[in-house]
């Protein structure tokens, strides 16, 4: 599920982003005009696989290239599971919150 709000800047997400369901997400997302920074509320995403890591390495990257930024915001213990196994928790260069008992 996908949720932008009226002025394009902020993409809530939700439910499974996996290589099963990212193309499509991304050929639409690529079809909006989307706000110079864009921020993606990411604490409705159950499950995380190397294509929604893939989709948000698109994201960001076709941001840069417009000038515009991108800002992931409410990480899912599914979309931290993912980083932390990747090593990326930095590279988006958000802060990760860990959700309440210290872990995901």
Same mark, same amino acid.
């Given at each position: 599920?996908?949720? /932008?709000? $009226?002025?394009?800047?902020?993409?809530?997400? !939700?439910?499974?982003?996996? /290589?099963?369901?990212?193309?499509?997400?991304?050929?639409?997302?690529? $079809?909006?005009?989307?706000?110079?920074?864009?921020? /993606?509320?990411?604490?409705g995403?159950?499950?995380?696989?190397?294509?929604?890591?893939?989709?948000?390495?698109?994201?960001?990257?076709?941001?840069?290239?417009?000038?515009?930024?991108?800002?992931?915001?409410?990480?899912?213990?599914?979309?931290?599971?993912?980083?932390?196994?990747?090593?990326?928790? !930095?590279?988006f260069?958000?802060?990760?919150?860990?959700?309440?008992?210290?872990?995901?």
């Amino acid at each position: 599920m996908l949720h /932008i709000d $009226g002025n394009g800047r902020r993409l809530t997400l !939700a439910g499974r982003f996996t /290589i099963y369901h990212v193309a499509e997400l991304l050929a639409y997302l690529r $079809g909006l005009e989307l706000a110079p920074m864009l921020e /993606i509320d990411l604490s409705g995403v159950t499950d995380f696989d190397s294509a929604g890591v893939q989709l948000l390495l698109a994201l960001q990257r076709e941001q840069q290239q417009h000038g515009r930024a991108l800002r992931l915001l409410q990480h899912s213990a599914a979309v931290l599971d993912v980083f932390t196994l990747y090593e990326l928790s !930095a590279h988006f260069g958000d802060p990760v919150l860990l959700p309440a008992g210290g872990g995901a």
